[in-house]
């Protein structure tokens, strides 16, 4: 196996517990990239976000944003789009609303928040940065989401009981169910994951997936861990994600991604 491309989450894999790149992990993308390899990023935040988080270390990689929603080049060039069909959005919303739920909705080139939901993400300290490539956040009562949004996702934190709802949200047609960590669950089209977005990648660049690898600590990630040709979890996944994976690294605050890539895609492990 030569490994051709790389697909990484961020969150809990790249980036470190301060929301930080390590300089190792920065070292291992450019190496990889200087060695010919794709070094993707695949991630449940959106591709902007990605982008500009990429740009404060002097990197630029192709983004799998949203779960594999909506797929973009180094430059933010649209690549692959799949949204969730306006049936299963109302259904969604109405049931969310039922329950008293707060939620984000992640559409294109826009989020929204729900009523009583917080503003985390127009907070950001990049958010001016994002507006600037097109980006545009709602909440409340402002029209969010109509027939010009397209929709990728649903975002909902803990504002109530997770397990009841996700049984709940499970008997509405046309999404699949996932999440990114133990507090969170996301919504997104049926037969939209990760995988679906690191295959896509790797057929426009005419990878065959036995010589892409993934890196991942959660749920969302083990559809894409399972469909590479190697599948590293991380020392700090889930015991599910760990149990999907080929094989594991370090934790992310060791710089697991950088040992992982050196090992497996460099072949300059100590």
């Known amino acids: 196996m030569a490994i051709r491309m790389i697909a990484t989450d ?10 930080e790149i390590p300089a190792e992990n920065v070292k291992a993308i450019r190496d990889a990239q200087e060695k010919g390899i794709i070094v993707a990023i695949a991630s449940g935040r959106f591709a902007e976000n990605v982008y500009v988080l990429l740009e404060k270390y002097g990197l630029r990689c192709p983004v799998i944003g949203v779960n594999g929603g909506s797929t973009a080049d180094e430059n933010l060039k649209p690549l692959f789009e799949h949204t969730m069909d306006p ?24 989020i929204g928040a729900s009523e009583g939901a917080s503003g985390k993400h127009r907070e950001l300290s990049d958010t001016e ?43 509405v047609p046309g999404i699949e169910v996932t999440q990114s960590w133990f507090d969170n669950i996301e919504l997104m089209p049926a037969g939209v994951d990760k995988a679906l977005g690191v295959r896509e990648l790797a057929g426009h660049y005419s990878i065959g997936m036995r010589d892409v690898m993934t890196c991942g600590d959660q749920e969302n990630d083990i559809p894409m861990l399972r469909t590479a040709g190697l ?7 889930s015991e599910e994600t760990v149990r999907a994976a080929d094989v594991m690294t370090d934790t992310n605050d060791r710089c697991g991604f950088a040992k992982a890539v050196r090992r497996y895609a460099l072949g300059t492990a100590e």
């Open 87 to 110: 049936a299963a959005v109302d259904a969604v919303r109405r049931l969310l609303e039922e329950e008293n739920a707060q939620y984000y909705i992640f559409a294109r080139k826009k």
């Open 129 to 171: 940065r994002i507006r600037s490539l097109g980006f545009t956040y709602t909440s409340g009562t402002d029209e969010s989401w109509d027939a010009d949004s397209p929709v990728y996702k649903f975002f909902v934190g803990n504002s109530v009981p997770l397990p009841p709802l996700r049984e709940k949200l499970r008997n």
């Open 10 to 19: 961020v969150d809990g894999t790249l980036l470190n517990s301060r929301g």
């Open 231 to 237: 599948g590293v979890a991380m020392g700090n996944a």
